[in-house]
C-alpha cells in the first residue's frame, strides 16, 4: 500500500486522511511527530477494516 494524504493524530492514536477520501488507522512502530498536520506518503500493509500497518511514513 502506498497513499497520500494528512497524518493526524487523535485520542487512538494516528490517522491517514487519504487524498482520494476516506481514512485509515495506522499502526506504527516510530512516533512520526514532525509529520503530523502535514501532508505526507505512508507506505504498509492494509490489514483490513481501514487499519495499516505503516512501514514509512515521510514527507509527501
Not at 494516528?14 to 487524498?19: G, M, P, Y
Not at 512502530?29 to 515521510?58: M, S, T
Amino acid at each position: 500500500m502506498n497513499e497520500t494524504g494528512r497524518l493526524l493524530r487523535d485520542e487512538a492514536g494516528f490517522l491517514l486522511q487519504r487524498d482520494c477520501g476516506g481514512s485509515y488507522r495506522l499502526v506504527l512502530l516510530r512516533v512520526p511527530v514532525d509529520h503530523v498536520e502535514k501532508r505526507v506518503r505512508v507506505q504498509g500493509y492494509y490489514a483490513g477494516d481501514n487499519i495499516v500497518e505503516a512501514e514509512g511514513v515521510a514527507a509527501a
